[in-house]
Structures are given as structure tokens and as C-alpha cells.
């Protein structure tokens, strides 16, 4: 006869979610996710100096300059060998990258920052909101609250409008909270085609199952998430990559992509979609909550 156990480790075999049970024998949080969000993919070009090295769902954008590599978000544990492989793809050695740039601290996007620090020597990069998550390895509330990663030590905390620079290449991180309380989306300008756009990494605007009322250990978490949508819509974003490729279609877009057409990332009304999703699935949330 079957136990519970042995029929839940079965399916968790059966997903190829080997490695993914708890001391129980259950599966963790996230498991079946986990496998979907890594599944492999290639890395393309995206617009002038920047580039996607992440996985299927799970974004890590590449920033190359003459003095070394940025990367923005890290992804999880398991993407590491994925992501390592796919900047080795476009011909980059991993010492190459010289900073580790956190959107922000939920294991998904942060998992795999401590492993990749370790293989390329990297600096990181993140908020001050989200710094005490990243030191100690786990986030306090929200569903992502039991899944916990490889803590490390911020080497640069950074506040709203401060910039990061590397070989004459310099981003600006603004405070977009909510998501969590340090969440960061960042803007860098690019040249294309004789013009100076503007490429928004912008950090997680989704409520994400997180609770948005009486929330003891983020009070002001309904607040910031209304703060940052006004913030969000003060902006301009020619390029708009996210977090989750899925929510921006960054590999639907990289397969349209032909030499001598126009480039299918550029569209300055996608930061005004993005923006108004977001909100109103926030409203339909929080009437609920």
C-alpha cells in the first residue's frame, strides 16, 4: 500500500523535482515553479551593450562594458550553472563580471548570488530596504518567507537616485517597495541607431501572493506598493525588461528580432502596461486581502 510520503515523493520524481523535498519528505514551496522558471534557454541580445544570460522564466541581464560585466539579479541556486554557461556563450570569461546587482531579495532572484560571487570575485549591489534579507538569508514575510538561500554580505548599499558605474557605463537605481520593502528597478541609457534611449530594469510591481494588510513586519507594504505605481508612471522607458522575462516577453521578442528591422524591444508605452497590470490586479488584492 502507498503512504502519503511515498505517493508525494513519487511526483515530485516524476516533475524532476529531485532535491526539492523537505525533512518530511514533502515537497518544498515552489517546487513545481522552481522546475519551470529554470528550465534552459539561450542568450541573446537585447539593445546596444545589454544582454539576457538567464533561464527560461527567470531573468539575469548581462551589462558589458570595457572594464567588465554587470549583472542584474542572479536568479536561483540551480540557475547558477545555467547562467555561467550562457555568459561563457557570448564569450565572456566569468572573472569578467565585477558586479552583482540585487532587484530584489526573494530567493527566485537572489538564490543563486551567493555562488555566483564566489565563481567571479564580484561586488554586491543592493538596497538598503532589502540589505538585512540578503545578510541573513531569508525574507521575513510573504510566501517567499519559508524559502530561505545562501546568505552574503552587501559590499555597496545603495539609496534612491544613487548611481553604480563600471567603465563609463552607469545605471540609477530607484526605489520601487512593495514587492519588498528594498526592491530596485534600475535605468541605463543606451545609444541606438544615433539615440539615446532609455532601458528600465525595473523591480517586481506584482503583489505575488503577498499579504498587503496587517503585515506587522512591512506596516507600510500597501502604501509603498501605491508609491511606487505613481513613481513607476512618472518615468519614461523606451526598453522595459523584467524581472520574470514572461511578464515583458523578452524571449518572444528576442525570436522576432531581424537585422535590419526595427528593434522589437523598443516600445515606450510597455512601462505604461506593465504599470496598469500591475495596479489593478494590486486593487483587486487588496478589496480581497
Known sequence: MWHRGDV?????????????????GAAEPFSAERVAWNKPAEPFHII??????????????LIATPQGLILIDQGLP????????NIKKLGY???DVKLLLAGHAHFDHV???????????????????DTPFLEAGHITYGPSK??????????RVVHDGETVSLGGVTLTAHLTPGHTPGDTSWTLPVRENGKTLTVL?????????????????YPGIAADYRASFAKLRSMHADVL???????????EKAARAKPGAPNPFIDASALGRNVDASEKDFDTQFAAN
Open 8 to 24: 508525494m515523493k513519487a511526483l515530485v520524481a516524476a516533475l524532476g523535482l529531485a532535491g526539492l523535498l523537505n525533512a518530511a
Open 48 to 61: 546596444a551593450n545589454v544582454y539576457y544570460v538567464g533561464t527560461a522564466d527567470l531573468s539575469v541581464h
Open 78 to 85: 540551480e540557475s547558477v550553472p545555467l547562467i555561467e554557461a
Open 93 to 95: 570569461k566569468l572573472s
Open 111 to 129: 538564490g543563486g548570488l551567493a555562488a555566483l560571487q564566489k565563481d567571479t570575485g564580484a561586488a554586491i549591489v543592493a538596497s538598503a530596504g
Open 146 to 155: 519559508p524559502v530561505g538561500f545562501a546568505p552574503v554580505k552587501v559590499d
Open 201 to 217: 530594469f525595473v523591480g517586481s510591481t506584482s503583489v505575488g501572493g503577498n499579504p498587503l494588510k496587517n503585515v506587522p513586519e
Open 241 to 251: 525588461l523584467t524581472e520574470h522575462q514572461s511578464v515583458s516577453g523578452e524571449i
